[in-house]
Nanobody, 125 residues
Framework: QVQLVEFGGGLVQAGGSLRLSCAASGHTFSMTAMGWFRQAPGKEREFVAAIWWGSGSTWYADSVQGRFTISRDNTKNTMYLQLNSLKPEDTAIYYC??????????????????WGQGTQVTVSS
C-alpha cells in the first residue's frame, strides 16, 4: 500500500504561481508512475501531468503545457507540481495519484491505484 498526502493549495490571483507537493509513504518502492489530476466543480476529473518515477520522463495535458512543471525527488518520495501563469479556469481540486503497474496509459485515471485526498486551488480573476 502507498499513502499520498498533498500540500500547497490555496487562493491566488490570475497570473500568479503555486507549488503543490505530494508526499508518498508506505510501499513507495513499488511505484512506477505518479500523476496529477484535477476536478473543477461540475466537471469530470481530468489529467494534468504525469512522471515516470524511475526515469523522470514527463507528460502534460495540452491545457497546462508550458505553464505547469511536474518533478519528483526520489530521496524524499515526493512529487511536485509548479503552477505558473495561473488562470481562473485552473480552479479545481488537485489530486495526486500513484501507480504500481507497468506500461500504463499515464493520462487515464483508472491506471492509478493510489490517490491523495486532494488540495484546493482557486484562481481569482
Amino acid at each position: 500500500q502507498v499513502q499520498l498526502v498533498e500540500f500547497g493549495g490555496g487562493l491566488v490571483q490570475a497570473g500568479g504561481s503555486l507549488r503543490l507537493s505530494c508526499a508518498a509513504s508506505g510501499h513507495t518502492f513499488s511505484m512506477t508512475a505518479m500523476g496529477w489530476f484535477r476536478q473543477a466543480p461540475g466537471k469530470e476529473r481530468e489529467f494534468v501531468a504525469a512522471i515516470w518515477w524511475g526515469s523522470g520522463s514527463t507528460w502534460y495535458a495540452d491545457s497546462v503545457q508550458g505553464r505547469f512543471t511536474i518533478s519528483r525527488d526520489n530521496t524524499k518520495n515526493t512529487m511536485y507540481l509548479q503552477l505558473n501563469s495561473l488562470k481562473p479556469e485552473d480552479t479545481a481540486i488537485y489530486y495526486c495519484a500513484a501507480s504500481d503497474r507497468m506500461g500504463i496509459e499515464y493520462s487515464h485515471q483508472y491506471e492509478y491505484n493510489y490517490w491523495g485526498q486532494g488540495t484546493q486551488v482557486t484562481v481569482s480573476s
